[in-house]
C-alpha cells in the first residue's frame, strides 16, 4: 500500500505540472498589450493570426522550452554539487556563452556557418569553456563535485573579466547591443529554431530522467552512491557534460537568464521533497511555466515598451537567494 501511495504521489504531481505547462501554452498567448480575437486569429485575419502565430506563441513555447530545460539543469547541479544554492551559472558555462555572444557583438559578426554570429558564437562559448572545466578537473585525476566547481568558479571568473574588456572597447551601438543580451531576453523565433532546439535537448532531458534513483544516491553522498552501487565518475562526467549543453543551447539563443534554475527546483523541494523521480519531470514543467510567465509579465508590464525577462527572474530570484540564505543560517 505504501509504494502504490508513492507511486501515486508521483504521478499526481507530474500529472499536474503537465496540466498546468499545457494550461500555459493555451492561454499565455492570448495575453499582451494587443488584442487578439481567437476566432479571428484562427481563421487567418490579419493582423491577429501574425500577432498570435508569428509573434505570441513562438515566444511563449521559446520560454517554456527555455524554462523548463533551464530548471533541469539546476536540478543536475545541485545533485552534483550536494547544494541546493547551485544553478546552472555555477559551473562557468553560461559565462562562455555569454563571452561568444559578446565577442560576436564587438567583432561586427553577422552570421556563421548559415547561423545568426551571436547564436553561434555563444553556443561555441560554451563548448570551449565546457571543455576548458572538464581539462582542468581532469588534472586532479580523481574527478568530484568540489574539482568541478574550483575550475568552473575559476573559468566563471576569466570569462567574466573578458566580457568586460570587450565591453569597454565596444562603440556606442555594440555596447547597447551586448548591455541588451546580457540582460537576457526572450524574442520570437522561427518554428524551425524551436524545433531543432526541442530535438536537441530531448534526449539529454530524458536520460536525466532516467537516472533518477543515482540522483538520489548521489545527492546524499558521493561514497554512498558508489556503495549503492553507482558509478560516480561517469555520472558526474555526464551530469556535468549534459547539464552544461542545455544551458548552453538555451543561452546561446536567450540571453542569460538567471535563478530559473535556483527558483523552481528548490521551490518544488519545499512541497515535494527531495526525490529526483518526482523533482526532475517537475522542474521541467514548472520552469517552463515560470518563465512563461514571467516573460508575459515583461512584455506588458509596462506595455507597449517592454523588459527583459532575465530583470524579472533577477527581481523575484534576488529576494528568494537571501530568504535562503536566512533560512539556512537560522536552521
Not at 192 to 202: D, E, F, K, Q, R
Request: proline share 4%; net charge positive.
Amino acid at each position: 500500500m505504501t509504494a502504490d501511495l508513492a507511486r501515486r504521489r508521483v504521478w499526481m504531481a507530474i500529472g499536474t505540472s503537465v496540466l498546468g505547462a499545457l494550461a500555459a501554452a493555451i492561454v499565455l498567448p492570448f495575453i499582451g498589450s494587443a488584442h487578439i480575437d481567437y476566432w479571428r486569429a484562427f481563421a487567418g485575419e490579419s493582423p491577429h493570426h501574425e500577432i498570435l502565430f508569428q509573434v505570441r506563441l513562438p515566444r511563449v513555447l521559446l520560454a517554456m522550452l527555455a524554462g523548463g530545460v533551464l530548471a533541469v539543469s539546476g536540478v543536475i547541479f545541485q545533485a552534483l554539487l550536494r547544494d541546493a544554492l547551485a544553478t546552472p551559472y555555477t559551473l562557468g558555462v553560461s559565462s562562455g556563452a555569454s563571452l561568444g555572444a559578446v565577442a560576436a557583438i564587438s567583432f561586427g559578426w553577422r552570421e556563421l556557418a548559415g547561423f545568426s554570429a551571436v547564436w553561434a558564437a555563444a553556443f561555441a562559448g560554451a563548448a570551449v569553456t565546457l571543455l576548458l572545466v572538464m581539462s582542468i578537473a581532469s588534472e586532479a585525476r580523481c574527478l568530484s563535485s568540489f574539482t568541478l566547481l574550483m575550475a568552473g568558479v575559476t573559468i566563471n571568473s576569466i570569462c567574466l573579466a573578458l566580457i568586460l574588456f570587450l565591453h569597454s572597447l565596444a562603440n556606442f551601438g555594440q555596447s547597447f547591443a551586448i548591455v541588451r543580451w546580457l540582460m537576457g531576453g526572450i524574442d520570437p523565433v522561427e518554428y524551425s529554431t524551436l524545433g531543432w532546439l526541442a530535438a536537441a535537448v530531448c534526449l539529454p532531458v530524458l536520460y536525466v530522467v532516467r537516472q533518477a534513483r543515482a540522483w538520489n544516491l548521489l545527492a546524499v553522498g558521493e561514497e554512498w552512491a558508489v556503495s549503492r552501487g553507482v558509478s560516480t565518475q561517469r555520472l558526474i562526467v555526464l551530469g556535468y557534460l549534459i547539464g552544461s549543453f542545455l544551458t548552453g543551447s538555451v543561452t546561446a539563443l536567450t540571453g542569460p537568464i538567471g535563478f530559473v534554475g535556483l527558483i523552481v527546483p528548490h521551490a518544488l523541494r519545499l512541497g515535494l521533497g527531495a526525490d529526483h523521480r518526482i523533482l526532475i519531470p517537475c522542474s521541467l514543467f514548472v520552469g517552463a511555466v515560470f518563465l512563461a510567465v514571467c516573460d508575459t509579465v515583461a512584455r506588458v508590464i509596462i506595455a507597449p515598451a517592454e523588459v527583459p525577462v532575465g530583470v524579472v527572474t533577477a527581481i523575484l530570484g534576488g529576494p528568494f537567494f537571501i530568504w535562503i540564505l536566512r533560512a539556512r543560517r537560522i536552521s
